[in-house]
């Protein structure tokens, strides 16, 4: 009766080693609530642009931790990132890969591993989570984070202890290595930022296989009073990968959370981030661009709360979608009552590149409270004909022409990020995933 | 040397230029002036190749080539340049990249070789010196949040830079002050040289004083009405356009 994908990730479930009975117990009762509710349908308000109905037909394997994998580090390599690294390879931890020696203090970076097989240590950690994670979704029906609940079996812990200041990026790989079967995994991250502790963090998502693979990722991120984190998330997914994630960002007070996203790969792919400013001063700016070809389907979800006073967000995303690509964006912002003065911006401009692409958008913008400075839109157009022309006059041949104007409009999101080598290299594959021909 | 005969063109379904015909030689400069309206920027954009612009008869050869026959951009390595009546502004681009990247693009087209930075900025350097525009002009984005007049001193700029062999400057005089007018000017008379031709558009005789034009014609209704040396624009100016009219057929229906 249940669907190839609902019976798939029942035996993922069977294959799960046993664990601390708490846990155990969690686990069973989150696939309990993933296979009563199944996969979202678009008459959800947040699937409507979404359909899961291909993906409900097929059925994914298991990743088996101990089968050995053929990676080469090359794949991640990222110039401006040579600090602490933390890789997983199809889900599973791989210390050969990683860079955990020497670490910086003030700086705990780790796996988490399956418990029974863990030091007590990641024990707690992972127990800690859960406790967390039921406290805050107790009756979520929300499909892939019960799943991962349920059937996660590793991911980062990442530490940055009470004022420390880490200057070099840390960099967390979540790799699909190429198979030959379509396999699944869960991960499941924590990174917190103590008070007055500083840290940038690099969350690089990648894939380069042809075969099919589900990813689902949720990510605990909190940001304590007067911390600050810039994370950057790279998104370079396999072409046929299905990439779900799931961010789930707390600002204390005073703390800043910078935010840069660059989705570039994937077939389907869907990134719900939300961020509560939870304290009074809290600061989150989000940068994020979606460059899409062929058909990829790439949804964002932003949902930024502003519950306490003087919180401010700047939020610039732009979209591209040539060929067949589906974008999808929504913003939506809420001001909580209570959250007086705060300032809460997000502009969302789209490029389609070809007649069959589609974009959708939806700002979004509820404010109960008093003294707030909104500012909130979205559009959708073409590139400028008259900019096009223009340079063609000048000789410069239409692809290239395209090519620029492109790059011109998705500039605003990296232009503040300061890691000038990691920029540069960013914008270089922006600039790549354009077409190099034309198909006007 | 360019040759523009009976051109019909038409703009959004209708026709603008009526049966134009004009030939231009090597290092001749040809002023057209002519009413609001009469079609003088659309001839420059159909000869520059913009989307949107249909020719419906006649022909343009250049250099021997069918000009109508090529894209925007071989048009551009084949020697063409047109500054815009308005040019357009391209946020995200910088100046000088954008500069490089058609010098470049030409280049490439023609099969020579590429500049690398230090020879372009080399270059750059040699250029300022025949139309002057600030370093900080150079570095911000294409035409961004330039004054008119800027803008139109940075058209003549990338005109110094690209050296093209057929140079259409569409209402360039427009909106410039009278010392930023010399200085256009003499950025223009720099650049005039025996391999070089000019069609340059405007309303004001002005102009002619300082890039004095071997021809001037009227444009009006889609052709050439008339044609003269420099002491047209001077009737022009003293008896505006009216006197046309009463003057008889169109010069262009003669040939
Ligand atoms: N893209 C367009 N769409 C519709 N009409 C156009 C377009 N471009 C030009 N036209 C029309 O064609 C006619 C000629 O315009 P053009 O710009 O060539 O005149 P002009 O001689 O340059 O005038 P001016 O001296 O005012 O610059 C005008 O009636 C104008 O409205
Ligand atoms: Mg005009």
Redo the contacts with the bound molecule.
């Keep these: 009766m249940s669907s190839p994908f609902v019976q798939s990730m029942l035996a993922a479930a069977e294959t799960m080693p046993p664990a601390h009975k708490l846990l155990d117990a969690q686990r069973r009762e989150r696939l309990q609530a993933f296979v009563e509710h199944g996969l979202p349908t678009t008459r959800r308000e947040a699937w409507k642009y979404t359909s899961l109905r291909a993906l409900e037909q097929r059925s994914f394997v298991a990743v088996d931790p101990d089968a050995p994998v053929e990676v080469d580090a090359a794949q991640w390599a990222l110039p401006g990132v040579d600090g602490p690294r933390l890789v997983f390879v199809d889900g599973v931890f791989r210390a050969e890969l990683s860079r955990l020696d020497a670490l910086p203090a003030g700086l705990r970076l780790q796996p988490f591993a399956a418990p029974a097989e863990a030091k007590q240590a990641t024990q707690d950690d992972m127990l800690a989570i859960y406790r967390q994670e039921i406290r805050r979704t107790r009756d979520a029906d929300h499909a892939f984070t019960n799943l991962d609940l349920a059937l996660a079996r590793s991911g980062a812990i990442l530490v940055v202890e009470q004022d420390a200041v880490l200057t070099q990026p840390i960099h967390l790989v979540f790799a699909g290595a190429p198979a030959s079967q379509a396999l699944a995994w869960h991960t499941r991250n924590m990174l917190l930022v103590e008070s007055g502790a500083r840290a940038s963090v690099v969350e690089h998502h990648l894939g380069w296989g042809e075969q099919s693979y589900l990813s689902n990722a949720f990510s605990d991120i909190q940001v304590d009073r007067g911390g600050t984190l810039e994370l950057i998330v790279l998104q370079q997914s396999a072409a046929k990968a299905t990439l779900i994630r799931h961010t789930d960002c707390h600002l204390g007070a005073a703390a800043t959370l910078r935010l840069h996203v660059l989705e570039l790969g994937g077939g389907l792919v869907r990134h719900d981030l939300h961020a509560r400013l939870a304290g009074e001063g809290a600061r989150l700016d989000t940068r994020g661009v979606f460059m899409l070809r062929e058909r990829q389907h790439v949804d964002t979800q932003l949902a930024i709360h502003h519950q306490a006073p003087n919180t401010a967000s700047d939020s610039v995303w732009r979209g591209v979608a040539d060929e067949r690509a589906r974008g999808v964006f929504r913003g939506a912002i809420k001001v909580a009552e209570g959250a007086d003065g705060a300032d809460a911006a997000l502009s969302n401009k789209n490029l389609l590149l070809s007649a069959q692409a589609e974009i959708d958008t939806k700002p979004e913008l509820e404010i109960y409270a008093d003294e707030v400075k909104a500012a909130h839109g979205a559009t959708i157009g073409q590139l400028d004909e008259r900019a096009l022309f223009y340079l063609r006059s000048r000789g410069i041949p239409l692809a290239e022409a395209r090519a620029l104007l492109t790059a011109a409009f998705c500039r605003a999101v990296l232009q503040d990020l300061p890691n000038e080598a990691l920029r540069e290299h960013l914008s270089t594959l922006l600039s790549e995933r354009l077409p190099a021909d034309e198909a006007a | 040397m360019l040759k523009i005969e009976n051109l019909h063109a038409r ?2 379904g ?1 026709e ?1 230029l009526k049966g134009l015909t004009l030939s231009v030689k090597p290092g001749e400069v040809h002023a057209i002036m ?10 420059g ?1 159909v000869l520059a190749g913009r989307d ?1 612009y249909e020719v419906t008869a006649g022909s343009v050869s250049y250099g021997g080539v069918d000009l109508l026959a090529l894209e925007p951009e071989e048009r551009a390595a084949a020697g063409v340049f047109l500054a815009l ?1 308005y040019p357009v502004e391209i946020p995200g681009v910088n100046n000088t990249y954008f500069l490089r990247a058609a010098l470049n693009a030409q280049r490439r087209h023609r099969g020579e070789p590429e500049l690398d930075s230090m020879k372009f900025l080399k270059l750059v350097r040699e250029k300022l010196k025949i139309m002057q525009i600030s370093d900080e002009l150079l570095h911000r984005a294409v035409n961004e949040g330039f004054s008119g007049g800027e803008k139109k001193r940075n058209e003549i700029f990338q005109m110094a830079v690209l050296e093209p062999s057929l140079a259409i400057l ?2 360039t005089d427009s909106g410039l002050d009278i010392d930023a007018l010399k200085q256009v000017a003499e950025g223009v008379n720099a650049l005039r040289s025996s391999e070089r031709s000019f069609l340059v ?1 405007t ?1 004001y005789q002005r102009l002619l004083d300082y890039i004095v034009p071997d021809f001037v014609h009227v ?1 009006a209704d889609g052709r050439i009405v008339e044609s003269g040396d420099r002491s047209l624009a001077q009737r022009l100016e003293q008896q505006g356009y009216a006197w046309l009219a009463e003057h008889g057929e169109p010069a262009g229906a003669a040939t």
């Excluded at chain 2, 002519?34 to 001839?43: D, I, Q, R, V, Y």
């Design positions: 703009v959004e209708k603008i002519g009413p609001n309206g009469a079609g003088k920027s659309t001839l954009n949107g009546q569409d209402e558009v309303h444009l």
